[in-house]
């Protein structure tokens, strides 16, 4: 099993960015999606998920200016993720989970690589 992110990068604030991660080696659409995210000296964090019938979680500091979405058909999860702020900067992960997802690390069961986040003018 493998998972792919791209789309990072270096924004300005109040900028928007769309991470992309792409699933393969197993069966996405039986697997709740997540992301999640690490800045230096932090422990891994969830940000959001989305079930396998759609439905999605956010924590609390991002509601409203991220937002998730999947495409089985392309094997595929989404992360828009608007108005920067600089305490977003971190490390992006996608991560899958077979028990219904979660915003727990320890629930998942493949994760991806990372996608480097920047936030700064």
């Known amino acids: 099993a493998q998972l792919v992110e791209s789309g990072g990068g270096l924004v300005q604030p109040g900028g928007s960015l769309r991470l992309s991660c792409t699933a393969s080696?197993?069966?996405?659409?039986?697997?709740?999606m997540g992301w999640f995210r690490q800045a230096p000296g932090n422990e891994r964090e969830g940000v959001s998920y989305?079930?396998?019938?759609?439905?999605?979680y956010y924590t609390d500091s991002v509601k409203g200016r991220f937002t998730i979405s999947r495409d089985n058909a392309k094997n595929t999860v989404y992360l828009q993720i608007n108005s920067l702020k600089p305490e977003d900067t971190a490390v992006y992960y996608c991560?899958?989970?077979?028990?219904?997802?979660?915003?727990?690390?320890?629930?998942?069961?493949?994760w991806g690589q990372g996608t480097q986040v920047t936030v700064s003018s």
């Open positions: 991560a899958a989970d077979f028990h219904g997802g979660s915003l727990l690390v320890t629930h998942y069961d493949y």
């Open positions: 080696g197993f069966i996405m659409d039986y697997y709740a």
């Open positions: 989305i079930t396998t019938d759609g439905t999605t």
